[in-house]
């Protein structure tokens, strides 16, 4: 069971070993916004890999797509975004800060400086964040950033499928940056302005539509478990009729059990033909497919698996995160973090530590690691003590520790070390590669 301190201790941890820092902290931060540490910018591409791993190149129905973060002002316009991707706003009178309408408490009471019956009448606020493009600044050069990468995965739709003469049922996958313009964000990384989302369309025919959602569904929730996600941090759950998007037959969440409560990781959506459909009208192209086989042409309809990247990256950390009583070697006990990633996860892959210092061991551990660098992220670690630095790699989630001692001179042979069970294991140097190559499996 999450408790609500453990988001503090994940917070601390993502500070103090270079995972996640505040943004622009030197100045007092920027609300927010957060920058990504060396070891959390891998951490951050590894689950983006695996997502892009399962998506596209395990498949042989789903292309990738880069589109623009700036698109043409109609395409919004087009979509709904611009009258209808609001939030209900108010303001507190006395401190003036705002918030989501539906957001507040039962008790009616300011979350920031506890005043009651001091909000404004709710108002609709666009959640697009609008920029200019050229040198001057008016309505005609009006842009926005884009709030979804889906839009440019629909307006490319003829340009994928004509050059890629894929068939429904077929998908196009796309990460990148999305910029929302929020009321209230907040808990890290769960809900900020700007976030990196994973987003894939999958073009089907119409009568196909209510199994393929079915079955991406499915598929999704186990990519999650496939992870080492426990099942029991985990829930599908269909909206309600009321919870539906307009253009929607039907949607559910893929939920995890954030130290605050459920909250949504995934959406898959059956979008049916709402997007190609309007598109087409609007721009006067033909965006429809011609079934040779069947002689027929439609609209194809659209299954949409949708998740954030920041978000997965959160839920990954917090369904990691244990603390754990460990025997120490002279006696007595110590509580060990660790971040029982997956290894696919992992920032660091293999941290290779010679025993000591040592003039002789060092150089020894370097070759050690040259070996094995092209093949894997790999951290070399000579300051403090060997037990320190398995402390370091345990909090960090590195799966496996290579240490090289004064035997090894010898015997050519490393000590490796789990992080999950810390029993060791006497490998060749020889043989390393091959002995990692089965682990990471």
Known sequence: MATPDQIDRVVNLCKRRGLIFPSSEIYGGFRSTWDYGPLGVLLKRNVKDAWWRSMVQMRDDVVGLDAAILMAPKVWETSGHLKTFTDPLVDCRKCQERFRSDELPVSGACPNCGARDSFTESRQFNLMFKTFVGPVEDDAAVAYLRPETAQGIFVNFSNVQTTTRKKPPFGVAQIGKSFRNEITPGNFI????????????????????????EYWCQTRYQWFLDLGVPQEKLRLRPHEESELSHYSTGTSDIEFEFPWGWGELEGIANRTDFDLTRHAEASGSDLSYFDQENDRRYIPHVIEPALGADRATLAFLLAAYEEEEVPKEKGGSEVRTVLRLDWRLAPISVAVLPLSRNERLVPAAEAVAAKLRPAYMIDFDTAGSIGRRYRRQDEVGTPLCVTVDFESLDDQAVTVRDRDTMQQERVSIDGLLTYLQERFV
Do not use: D, I, L, S
């Not at 769960?190 to 959602?213: D, I, L, N, S």
């Open 190 to 213: 769960f809900r900020t302005r700007e976030f990196e989302q994973m987003e894939m369309e999958y073009f089907v025919p119409p009568e196909e539509g209510a199994k393929w959602y």
